[in-house]
C-alpha cells in the first residue's frame, strides 16, 4: 500500500510540474485555459496531500503492528526467564517438591511484570466458572494458525524421571522459540501425562506457544481448558487473563471486558488485575464500550 501511494505521489507531482510548465508557456488571451490549468494544480495538489496522508496512516499501521508483535514476544521471554529464575529446573512446579499449585506466577502481560508475593494464595483463589468469557470461537484469527498437533490421548504408567524430562523438553523448545515444536510437545505431553503435577502448567504454556504466534483462537481454546480442567492451579488467574486479552486482539470486545472485569473481581489488589484494568481502561479510550 505504502508503495502505491508512493508511486502515486510521484505521479501527481510529475503532473504539477507539467501543468506548471504548461500554464508558464500559455498566452495571456488564453486565460480560461490557464484558470482551468490552476484548477487542475489544486486539484492535484489535494490528492497529493491524501495520498501522503494515506502513506503515514499505513506507516503508523504497520508500527503499531511491529511493536504489539515486539511486545508479546518480550512478554513471552520474561515470563520464560521468570520460570527459571526460580530455580535450577526449567518451571517453577519442577523445583518445588510440593503440589505444582503452589507455585507463584513468575509474570503476566507485555507491560509490566508480576511479583511474586503479589499473587494470592491457590487456597484463596475462587474456583474460575465464568461460561461468558469461554463460549465457542465465533471469529476467527486474521493470521494462519499452526494447526493442533495431531495426538491421541495414551495415558501412560508414571514414570517420574521421563515424565519431568518430556515436560522439559516442551519448555525447552519453548525457550529456544520453536514455538510449533512447543506446542506438540505440551500437547503429547497432556495427552501421555493427563494426571501429572506439571500437567497444569503445560496447558498453560500450550497456550501461550499459540498465543505469542497471534494464533489467539487455538490459544483460546488452550486457556479456556486449563479454566475448566485446573481450576485450582496457580496459572488460573493468567489464564483468564489471556483470555481476555485474545478476544481483545480477535475484536471480540464484550467478550474480552467480561473477562478482564472478571479478572479484577477474582483477584483484586494484584498485578493481574492492575494489568486487566490498564486493557480496560485502553478500550475505553478506543471506544469499544
Known amino acids: 500500500m505504502i508503495l502505491v501511494c508512493n508511486k502515486?505521489?510521484?505521479?501527481?507531482?510529475?503532473?504539477?510540474?507539467?501543468?506548471?510548465?504548461?500554464?508558464?508557456?500559455?498566452q495571456p488571451q488564453d486565460t480560461s485555459v490557464v484558470a482551468d490549468l490552476v484548477s487542475q494544480v489544486q486539484e492535484l495538489q489535494d490528492e497529493v496531500r491524501v495520498l501522503r496522508g494515506q502513506v503515514e496512516d499505513q506507516a503508523n499501521q504497520l508500527e503499531t503492528l511491529r511493536q504489539r508483535q515486539r511486545d508479546q514476544f518480550l512478554d513471552l521471554d520474561q515470563r520464560i526467564s521468570g520460570q527459571g529464575a526460580s530455580g535450577s529446573s526449567a518451571s517453577n512446579k519442577v523445583t518445588s517438591p510440593e503440589r505444582p499449585g503452589s507455585a507463584t506466577v513468575a509474570s503476566t502481560g507485555a507491560d509490566e511484570s508480576i511479583n511474586a508475593d503479589e499473587e494470592p494464595a491457590v487456597d484463596s483463589m475462587p474456583a474460575t466458572d465464568g461460561p461468558d468469557v469461554r463460549p465457542p470461537m465465533d471469529l476467527p484469527s486474521d493470521t494462519v494458525a499452526l494447526d493442533p498437533p495431531a495426538v491421541q490421548s495414551q495415558a501412560?504408567?508414571?514414570?517420574?524421571?521421563?515424565?519431568k524430562a518430556a515436560y522439559d523438553q516442551a519448555f525447552q523448545s519453548l525457550k529456544d522459540l520453536r514455538y510449533a515444536d512447543a506446542a506438540e510437545g505440551f500437547q503429547t505431553f497432556l495427552a501421555?501425562?493427563?494426571?501429572?503435577?506439571?500437567?497444569?502448567?503445560a496447558q498453560y504454556w500450550l497456550g501461550e506457544s499459540y498465543y505469542v504466534t497471534r494464533n489467539y483462537?487455538?490459544?483460546?481454546?488452550?486457556f479456556s481448558d486449563l479454566l475448566k480442567n485446573y481450576s485450582d492451579s496457580s496459572k488460573t488467574p493468567d489464564a483468564l487473563l489471556k483470555i481476555g486479552y485474545a478476544h481483545y486482539e480477535l475484536k471480540q470486545w464484550d467478550k474480552a471486558r467480561?473477562?478482564?472485569?472478571?479478572?479484577?473481581?477474582?483477584?483484586?489488589?494484584?498485578?493481574?488485575?492492575?494489568?486487566?484494568d490498564n486493557r480496560l481502561r485502553s478500550m475505553r479510550m478506543e471506544g469499544h464500550y
Open 258 to 276: 467480561a473477562a478482564l472485569e472478571q479478572v479484577k473481581q477474582q483477584f483484586p489488589d494484584t498485578t493481574l488485575a492492575r494489568l486487566a
Open 156 to 163: 501412560v504408567p508414571a514414570n517420574p524421571v521421563e515424565e
Open 192 to 201: 501421555r501425562y493427563p494426571q501429572s503435577e506439571y500437567a497444569d502448567n
Open 8 to 26: 502515486n505521489i510521484s505521479m501527481a507531482s510529475l503532473a504539477l510540474a507539467m501543468l506548471f510548465t504548461a500554464s508558464a508557456n500559455a
Open 217 to 222: 483462537d487455538i490459544a483460546l481454546d488452550a
